[in-house]
């Protein structure tokens, strides 16, 4: 049973902190970002940082498999012919309302693990907005990694790594 004396204290937390916070509440002030920025994010005027290289990734949806939040879709789009037996069709993409920063996605895609490449995908930003790349010739790259490594690799993606290793 809650005693009147606890009442009284929450009614005097919950009064002072609407009074503390009224001017925040009412004006807006204490805000971490301006006016102007704010409104420019609500316009679409602010540029997101580009957090997948499409042309790099190869739609394996290890990225989304490692996630741990759940925070990565893969959606679909026009297969492309990466190898002679491999066809992408299907890119990442972030939930950033979900997404936790682990880095198990950039960790985790075999372009990064395996290749030695730079990871198709990072939540925060995959850098310059032009990288020329041919997904098939890095795929086509020797690699050495212990079998152990590509076992445990190739249990979280939704392709066989071996094949297109081996090939």
């Known amino acids: 049973?809650?005693?009147?004396?606890?009442?009284?204290?929450?009614?005097?937390?919950f009064l002072t902190g609407i009074y503390e916070n009224l001017e925040r509440i009412i004006f807006?002030?204490?805000?971490?970002?301006?006016?102007e920025m704010r409104?420019?994010?609500?316009s679409g005027k602010i540029k997101i940082p580009r957090t997948v290289?499409?042309?790099?990734?190869i739609?394996?949806?290890?990225?989304?498999?490692?996630?741990?939040?759940k925070a990565i879709e893969?959606?679909?789009i026009e297969p492309i012919k990466i190898t002679e037996n491999y066809v992408k069709d299907k890119i990442p993409k972030i939930n950033y309302e979900k997404c936790v920063y682990c880095l198990y996605c950039h960790d985790f895609c075999p372009v990064?693990?395996?290749?030695n490449e730079i990871s198709p995908i990072h939540p925060r930003d995959v850098g310059e907005d032009y990288i020329e790349i041919d997904i098939s010739k890095i795929l086509k790259k020797k690699v050495e990694i212990s079998e152990e490594q590509?076992?445990?690799?190739?249990?979280?993606?939704?392709?066989?790594?071996?094949?297109?290793?081996?090939?």
């Open 1 to 13: 049973m809650i005693a009147l004396e606890d009442l009284k204290n929450f009614a005097k937390i």
């Open 28 to 35: 807006g002030s204490g805000r971490y970002t301006s006016l």
């Open 39 to 42: 409104e420019a994010i609500l």
């Open 53 to 57: 290289i499409e042309d790099l990734c």
């Open 59 to 69: 739609g394996c949806e290890g990225c989304a498999n490692v996630c741990p939040t």
């Open 74 to 76: 893969m959606i679909p």
């Open 112 to 115: 990064f693990s395996v290749f």
């Open 150 to 167: 590509l076992n445990r690799i190739c249990s979280i993606l939704s392709i066989n790594l071996r094949r297109i290793i081996k090939e």
